[in-house]
Each structure stands twice: as C-alpha cells, then as structure tokens.
C-alpha cells in the first residue's frame, strides 16, 4: 500500500510564495510519474503540474511561469514551488503518484490535499 501526505500550504496574500510537499511511504517497488492537482470551491480537480522519475515537467497554462515542480527520488517525496499567487490559485491541492507495487502491479495514489488560500 501507498499513502500520500501534503504539507506546506496556508494563507498569503497575492505576490507572495509557498512551497509544497509531499512525501510518500508504505510498501511499493517504484515511483514513476508523480504530480499536483488542485480543486477549488465549485470546480472540477485539474491538474496541475506532473514530474516523471526523470526530471522531465508539464505544466498547466495557468500556472507556467510561476509554479516549479521537482522531486527527490531517494526521500520518495515531490515539491512544488508556487510563486507569485493569484487569488485565483485558491483550491485545495492535491498530490498523486503513480506506483508500481511490490506485486509489479500499478496503481494511482491520491493523498488527502493541502489547502492554499491567496488573499488580495
């Protein structure tokens, strides 16, 4: 089994930053992709931006820019380094990793979400 634990988010007001984390443990063979989603009030959880073991990113349009996402493999644990916050960057966010087990079986681990409110 797989869970997933955030930390990091809070208050700030618009123009400031916060760095998220998220560190996984339990029993699994591998880590491949892992990423953030964020939810806010009324919407639908989008993606936010992903990191394969690699190094290699994809981001969404909105936050381009301003978002940095990178991961320690040896920790099993992903950041995501939020800039110059937007009001509109309000949502709970979400982190996922996608797991291979110890059984070579795959599945996608959700953790319980950090909240991040941007004043402005």
């Known amino acids: 089994q797989v869970q997933l634990v955030e930390s990091g988010g809070g208050l700030v007001q618009a123009g400031e930053s916060l760095r998220l984390s998220c560190a996984a443990s339990g029993s699994f063979f591998s880590i491949n992709v892992m990423g953030w989603y964020h939810q806010a009030p009324g919407k639908q959880r989008q993606l936010v931006a992903t990191?394969?073991?690699?190094?290699?990113?994809n981001y969404a349009d909105s936050v381009k820019g301003r978002f940095t996402i990178s991961r320690d493999n040896a920790k099993n644990t992903v950041y995501l380094q939020m800039n110059s916050l937007k009001p509109e960057d309000t949502a709970v966010y979400y982190c996922?990793?996608?797991?291979?087990?110890?059984?070579?079986?795959?599945?996608?681990?959700w953790g319980q979400g950090t909240p991040v409110t941007v004043s402005s």
């Open positions: 990191i394969n073991r690699g190094g290699s990113t």
């Open positions: 996922y990793a996608e797991t291979v087990l110890t059984s070579r079986a795959w599945t996608n681990a």
